[in-house]
Nanobody
Framework: VQLQASGGGLVQTGGSLRLSCLAS????????IGWFRQAPGKEREGVSCIRNNGSNTKFAQSVRGRFTISRDNAKNTVYLQMNSLKPEDTAVYFCAATRRGLISSTMFDSSNYDYWGQGTQVTVSS
């Protein structure tokens, strides 16, 4: 199983980016996919997750209303659309996957994920 995260970059405050998580060896239409981020000197934190057919999603309070998560099963890809970006969104973003359908209370526990992508850098300038 391989997860490839892409789409990061440098944007100004208020800008947008769309991250992609392409999976191989794993069908993203099943299980749970999560986006996590880690800023320098900080712990990894959950940003957004999507489960199974996409009916169950979760967002961190800090990104709610600005980020959306979606999946394209035909392309085996999960997207994280990030709008109204802020400097505090600066971090390395990782996608992760598990074949289990996680319940909401466990979605941001990184230990529940079996596969991780390599990370993509998002930098938001002020």
């Amino acid at each position: 199983v391989q997860l490839q995260a892409s789409g990061g970059g440098l944007v100004q405050t208020g800008g947008s980016l769309r991250l992609s998580c392409l999976a191989s060896g794993f069908t993203l239409g099943y299980g749970t996919i999560g986006w996590f981020r880690q800023a320098p000197g900080k712990e990894r934190e959950g940003v957004s997750c999507i489960r199974n057919n996409g009916s169950n999603t979760k967002f961190a309070q800090s990104v709610r209303g600005r980020f959306t998560i979606s999946r394209d099963n035909a392309k085996n890809t999960v997207y994280l659309q990030m709008n109204s970006l802020k400097p505090e969104d600066t971090a390395v973003y990782f996608c992760a996957a598990t074949r289990r359908g996680l319940i909401s209370s466990t979605m941001f526990d990184s230990s529940n994920y079996d596969y991780w992508g390599q990370g993509t850098q998002v930098t938001v300038s002020s």
